[in-house]
């Protein structure tokens, strides 16, 4: 498809597992975006992508996240021994990060639940 | 990074225009605005974007002012599949290294 797919659309693990999301963003995309949303709250963004890069992982949660980028294409975004506070939906976004245009493409999220 | 205001919720009717007013004090010369759009379990889908006066597209018109401290965001003639949450951004498209914070947003409720 055209559009920003994640995988698998839903997690459900035992506190203490790792877990791996995958993004997939739109095919030339150089920007690419992470994002998590617990329920009934906003957005909150947690580490962005140009390229391969990511030049401020200040927006990681704690230590036992992180994410990579390979190709300037696929994300995973990593979760080390997961607490209950992690369970939320991961949001993942792409963009051509252009001035005269960066919007956001959403893909469906993932929704974890840590039990 | 330019912070953002908004009501947390609105009402309004089916057939009537909604505006939605954004704060954002503190924006910065190449800050556009952007607005955002999100259905339950869905993720956002952009709306709008614009730097100055009145940007208009299918869905929307963006109106902001001379000093750009607040954006508009007006739907015309809202149908029940309106009911969503919306949120305003402020930033620059230049400078993806900043902190993309969506806020609240705020629940707009269409009543037939």
């Known amino acids: 498809g055209a559009g920003v797919s994640q995988s698998p659309s839903n997690k459900v693990t035992e506190k203490g597992k790792d877990v791996e999301l995958r993004c997939d963003p739109i095919s030339g995309h150089t920007a690419l975006y992470w994002y998590r949303q617990s329920l009934g709250q906003g957005l909150e963004f947690l580490i962005y992508?140009?390229?391969?890069?990511?030049?401020?992982k200040s927006g990681l949660p704690s230590d036992r996240f992180s994410a990579e980028r390979t190709g300037g294409s696929v994300s995973t975004l990593t979760i080390q021994r997961t607490q209950q506070e992690d369970s939320a939906v991961y949001l993942c976004?792409?963009?051509?990060?252009?001035?005269?245009?960066?919007?956001?493409?959403f893909g469906p999220g993932t929704r974890l639940t840590v039990l | 990074l330019a912070k953002t205001t908004q009501p947390i919720s609105m009402d309004s009717y089916e057939g009537q225009e909604v505006n939605i007013t954004c704060s954002h004090n503190n924006i910065a010369t190449n800050d556009y605005i952007t607005w955002y759009q999100q259905f339950p379990s869905q993720g956002p889908r952009f709306i709008i974007q614009?730097?100055?006066t009145k940007v208009t597209n299918e869905v929307a018109s963006l109106f902001i002012p001379a000093d750009r401290k607040s954006s508009t965001l007006s739907l015309p003639r809202v149908s029940l599949s309106d009911t969503a949450v919306y949120y305003c951004?402020?930033?620059?498209?230049?400078?993806?290294?900043?902190?993309?914070?969506f806020g609240p947003g705020t629940r707009l409720s269409v009543l037939p």
């Open positions: 992508f140009q390229g391969n890069s990511a030049p401020d």
């Open positions: 976004a792409s963009s051509l990060a252009s001035r005269e245009n960066d919007e956001q493409f």
């Open positions: 614009g730097y100055k």
């Open positions: 951004l402020v930033g620059d498209p230049r400078n993806y290294g900043q902190n993309f914070v």
